[in-house]
């Protein structure tokens, strides 16, 4: 049973517009939610994270809008750059923040 | 950044034998993970570690799977034995907080034949 799904599963945008990719998820217990991306032969790294307190989280061009009657959330990424080309995962976690259930990943390819 | 160091990057054994993968977390970090992603798909977590006892654990994480960090050297994941759905890549995290941020590590590629 996949606890957090995530697409589209693979995206392309030209280089300066605005990517968005989207979660959803079943659990009401969960109250954490980190988007993370991974580079090719990398570890993942943390971009940006929101706690439901807020429906919105800024960090420069990275967005997270939460909406939690309809259980979704959605990163958005303004004037993408060719360096944002890698695989984006959400994930969410309940009371603790520690156990992560993961999305499939969504791969995110910016064309100059 | 803080980084978390993995030992070895590479691993190829026999299926039956036992593994230690070896984690030398971030130095002040208090919470340390396992996560097992397979070659394309999304990272699945496996355990957390925090004051010398497993927190929470997933389905994945198997009888043959143990966990230890003894005196605050490496932060270690065992499986024994080995079976070859075990291949994947295991990535080790810590973070010094439960809701603080999760530094991962270079990940082990384990190969099971």
């Known amino acids: 049973q996949q606890q957090v799904r995530q697409s589209p599963q693979s995206l392309t945008v030209w280089e300066g517009e605005t990517a968005i990719l989207n979660c959803s998820y079943e659990d009401s217990t969960f109250d954490y939610f980190p988007w993370y991306h991974q580079f090719p032969g990398e570890s993942p790294a943390l971009l940006i994270a929101i706690r439901p307190v807020s429906n919105k989280k800024e960090d420069g061009r990275f967005t997270i809008f939460f909406n939690k009657r309809e259980k979704k959330f959605s990163l958005h990424i303004a004037d993408s750059q060719p360096g944002d080309s890698a695989t984006y995962f959400c994930a969410a976690s309940a009371n603790s923040g520690t156990y992560q259930r993961f999305g499939t990943g969504t791969k995110l390819q910016v064309v100059p | 950044g803080p980084k978390v160091l993995q030992i070895p990057s590479h691993q190829i054994i026999d299926m039956g034998q036992m593994v230690t993968l070896n984690c030398d977390p971030v130095s002040n970090h208090l919470y340390f993970y396992w996560y097992k992603q397979i070659l394309g798909q999304q990272m699945e977590f496996l355990v957390n570690f925090y004051n010398g006892k497993v927190m929470e654990k997933s389905k994945l994480f198997k009888d043959q799977f143990s966990v230890e960090r003894p005196d605050g050297s490496y932060f270690t994941l065992k499986i024994q034995p080995t079976a070859l759905e075990d291949s994947a890549v295991y990535f080790c995290?810590?973070?010094?907080?439960?809701?603080?941020?999760?530094?991962f590590g270079p990940g082990t590629r384990l190969t099971v034949l």
């Open positions: 995290a810590s973070s010094w907080d439960n809701y603080a941020e999760q530094f």
